[in-house]
């Protein structure tokens, strides 16, 4: 009770109609920069962080909420009208969602997303206040020792669990981590890897960072192999849900929150494992007594409206981490930690019992934000797949010009551009050579905070190693990570079968003797978060 | 550790003899470098007192490291590992990389660098953004010069007065 009481006062604060307005604008401007081809909510997150710079805290993270729900409900619309998902999380979205778009079903699909997303993220939302605070108590406990594991297994888990190769995730990791030494060393104030520049000496700001990486380089790797024909967009009505798809839908969507709120507080690479189960779960239910397999593969609304909803409660729960531990556990979290880090607010368990205040106003400003994404958007759904017309070109200088701005906005010095321009072209590089983003975001962010928890306990044990695991959290902490590590390769092998199994279904059996033989590439693809080989089986078995 | 977990995703058997990906043995080049380099600055370092870690215990770990995960990706390669580049909505990886392009948008934000604090934001934004669009192909340089400098005008007024972050006005102070 204690919690809604707090939760109400959040609401209060949130409420009067000036910071409303941010909230609207923030949801606005998350939308409208989500939609656009090619950004995904991190990106989003990155490109909008300068807007709230002149702002207070409170209406910074007012700011933030509009513009995270907004990234994300962009980021839908997007991978139903286009097909061609921008990120991971979308993937299973983008399955059945295009195949209803083009079965003339695109404002159905949009519904059940925008209405899914606000069932989720409400209930999600609803769920982080009731158990950050508890973890949080706990977590003010958290010796070094014990935080020192918990971010040892948070770095290995997403770099592991996630993407095809472990060794491309452990290189990205270590990249991050280097970047993270960049500046003075916090106890002795020594220089560390400034290369004698005096701009590097205060460290790199995370900002400049992630948006080099993130925007920067996704534009400089779409400019390296632009699509010249450009993809096809379906054209959307007023979205609305009829009574039989209302009827269809809510199930899909509690048990995809039900998926995603879980699997979004674990350091397992956010939305797509549970979108993937939401996906595979809601096939088996329709097609259960079914002789004709039902819809999917053909448009089935509950293959929108369950992994759609499994994603938003994902993102909600990606913030239980992030708010009673300060541990990042996505990209989207690794930015917007960064954002605190920009108030003066240090990541780590203190964060939701020295700032309560605006951990709640965070909190209650989502939960109007998903509202307010309801209301705006759904009138507004026909506008927004207008933007997916915008050239190309023109798009993209978009993209640099925001990213150019907001990197000289942060110190007003031409060197951060410069900067911008070295983390955009290795960015670049880490998407030619298959290194994922996500490890070395966590690494930039977590480094730091790792040295000084790992010197933290050692000088607490007087330089004996074995205080590292002084604790017996720490000890428990160390034999997680060693279970996740031997059963991986379970994991992987579990994952493929039942990607493939998707793949087969999806071609409704035509493809079912190759599938068998392209089970290593059509997992790569998923997990790389680029479906192409599943799509199209998919989208050759609807046109038979 | 990883070059064991890695081999199920190299499976040689299931692809008809894979093009071995050489560039990837200039990442792995550049990566040791950084390492190696990383381990280096480290033993500069002087150790401070009452601190049993000291600064260098944790970048000889991550230059190590750095450099170890380097070499598995050199032996990776070697062994026909290969890359998963990154798709996209609007990309198309079947061509080959349009590095002219690259090379472009890379002259235009050295441009903006070089004359951001000269000219002022609301200028060289415009022609960051008309030289962006020019460099990707779109041949209606007018329309974008007008687009640019909308954007970039509104995004001066924006920050300058919505936000409080001073901008360079630079030839334009007083005009604007």
Not at chain 1, 309 to 331: D, F, Y
Not at chain 2, 5 to 29: F, I, K, N, W
Not at chain 2, 30 to 52: K, M, N
Not at chain 2, 151 to 170: D, E, H, K, M
């Amino acid at each position: 009770m204690d919690n809604l009481g707090l939760l109400w006062e959040g609401l209060q604060a949130a409420a009067s109609p000036m910071n409303l307005l941010y909230a609207a604008v923030g949801v606005l401007l998350g939308t409208f920069v989500g939609v656009l081809p090619g950004i995904g909510p991190a990106m989003a997150i990155a490109l909008l962080l300068p807007v709230t710079y002149g702002l207070g805290p409170t209406q910074a993270f007012i700011m933030f909420a509009g513009l995270y729900y907004g990234g994300m409900y962009g980021g839908s619309t997007t991978s139903i009208l286009l097909n061609t998902p921008g990120e991971s999380a979308s993937v299973m979205t983008a399955l059945e969602g295009n195949l209803m778009a083009r079965a003339g079903r695109a404002a159905q699909a949009l519904a059940t997303a925008a209405v899914g997303s606000f069932v989720a993220g409400t209930i999600g939302t609803l769920l982080v206040a009731l158990f950050a605070p508890a973890l949080a108590d706990v977590a003010v406990e958290i010796g070094a020792p014990s935080y020192f594991a918990l971010m040892v297994l948070a770095l290995v888990m997403t770099t592991t669990v996630l993407g095809a190769s472990p060794l491309r995730g452990f290189l990205a990791l270590f990249v991050g981590l280097t970047i993270g030494l960049v500046g003075l060393d916090l106890n002795t104030g020594q220089p560390r890897l400034t290369l004698g520049i005096t701009q590097l000496v205060d460290r790199l700001d995370i900002v400049v960072v992630a948006v080099g990486i993130f925007a920067l380089g996704e534009a400089l790797w779409v400019a390296a192999h632009l699509r010249r024909k450009p993809a096809q967009v379906i054209p959307v009505g007023q979205p609305w849900l009829g009574r039989e798809d209302l009827r269809r839908s809510w199930k899909p969507w509690l048990r995809g929150t039900a998926y995603g709120f879980p699997f979004g507080a674990l350091p397992a690479g956010g939305a797509e494992l549970p979108t993937f189960l939401s996906y595979v779960t809601e096939r088996r239910l329709t097609r259960r007594g079914r002789k004709d397999g039902g819809e999917f593969g053909r448009g089935a609304i509950e293959g929108v409206a369950g992994p759609e909803a499994a994603n938003n409660a994902s993102a909600a729960g990606m913030l239980v981490p992030m708010l009673a531990l300060g541990l990042p556990v996505t990209a989207t979290a690794s930015v917007m930690l960064s954002a605190l880090q920009g108030y003066g607010i240090q990541p780590g368990p203190q964060l939701m019992t020295e700032h309560a205040d605006l951990v709640w106003t965070l909190l209650a400003s989502l939960l109007l934000g998903n509202l307010l994404l309801l209301v705006l958007n759904l009138p507004l759904a026909p506008l927004w797949a207008k933007l997916l017309r915008i050239p190309r070109p023109q798009l993209y200088a978009g993209i640099l010009f925001f990213a150019c701005l907001g990197a000289y906005a942060t110190n007003l010095d031409p060197f951060d551009i410069a900067l911008l321009l070295g983390f955009g072209l290795l960015g670049m590089a880490m998407r030619r050579f298959g290194l994922p983003v996500l490890p070395l975001i966590l690494g930039v962010i977590l480094g730091p905070l790792m040295e000084t928890k790992l010197r933290e306990a050692l000088t607490i044990s007087g330089g004996d190693p074995a205080g590292l695991v002084d604790e017996p959290l720490a000890v428990a902490i160390y034999v997680v990570l060693l279970l996740v590590l031997l059963g991986r390769p379970l994991l992987v092998r579990w994952r493929s079968r039942a990607e493939a199994a998707v793949a087969v279904d999806g071609a409704d059996g035509a493809v079912g003797a190759d599938a068998a033989r392209a089970e290593g590439t059509d997992r790569a693809g998923v997990l790389a978060g680029t479906p192409g080989t599943t799509e199209t089986e998919g989208t050759k078995g609807a046109g038979r | 550790m990883s070059t064991q977990v890695d081999s199920p995703e190299t499976a040689p058997a299931t692809q008809p003899a894979p093009r071995p990906d050489r560039a990837q043995y200039g990442l792995a080049a550049v990566l040791l470098v950084v390492g190696l380099y990383t381990i280096y600055d480290a033993t500069t370092l002087e150790a401070g007192f009452a601190d049993p870690v000291g600064p260098r215990v944790f970048p000889l770990a991550i230059g190590a490291g750095l450099a170890v995960t380097a070499v598995l990706l050199a032996v990776a390669a070697a062994r026909g590992s290969r890359p998963q580049p990154e798709a996209g909505e609007d990309v198309d990886l079947s061509g080959g990389t349009d590095w002219p392009t690259v090379l472009k948008l890379v002259a235009v934000i050295l441009l903006t660098i070089a004359t951001v604090n000269l000219l002022g934001w609301a200028i060289s934004g415009a022609i960051l953004f008309a030289g962006a669009a020019w460099a990707l192909g779109s041949r209606t340089l007018v329309r974008d010069v007008i687009v640019g400098l909308v954007l970039a005008v509104g995004s001066w007024y924006g920050f300058v007065v919505g936000l409080g972050i001073p901008l360079t006005p630079g030839v334009l102070d007083g005009i604007l």
